[in-house]
């Protein structure tokens, strides 16, 4: 009973896992297709800023990227491998990273912005 109840639990997340993958695609689909209007945008108005479309793209990498470690935190819950635990370790990094120069650049943004809104033209 308790092999049968473990088979089960496995199954579950296995698709839990492959939902999450799953949301992640869709994530980085749905940012592609608003930095494409963006783009478009952009293009038409010939002028203003292009750190908007690039920090919105960069947000959902980030959120994809999350998901993304959480469908392998499951994986490796499920059945741990070196290859698995690597792989985690891995996305963990990039992720932090990706995270910390997202952050970076937003406050850096908000400050230029604040700064040339304060500022006599």
Do not use: H
């Not at 896992?17 to 608003?34: F, H, Q, S």
């Not at 698995?84 to 910390?100: E, F, S």
Request: hydrophobic letters at 55%.
């Amino acid at each position: 009973m308790f092999e049968q109840t473990e088979q089960q639990v496995r199954a579950w997340v296995e698709w839990l896992r492959l939902l999450v993958e799953a949301l992640g695609a869709c994530v980085i689909a749905v940012g592609v297709v608003i930095v494409i209007v963006g783009l478009v945008r952009y293009a038409l108005a010939r002028g203003g800023s292009f750190i908007p479309i690039r920090l919105a793209f960069a947000r959902y990498l980030t959120l994809a990227l999350e998901l993304q470690l959480a469908a392998d935190v499951l994986s490796t819950s499920v059945a741990p491998t070196w290859d698995r635990i690597g792989k985690l370790a891995a996305i963990a990094v990039i992720r932090t990273a990706l995270n910390y120069f997202l952050n970076r650049e937003m406050k850096d943004e908000a400050a230029s912005e604040a700064s040339s809104i304060t500022r006599p033209s």
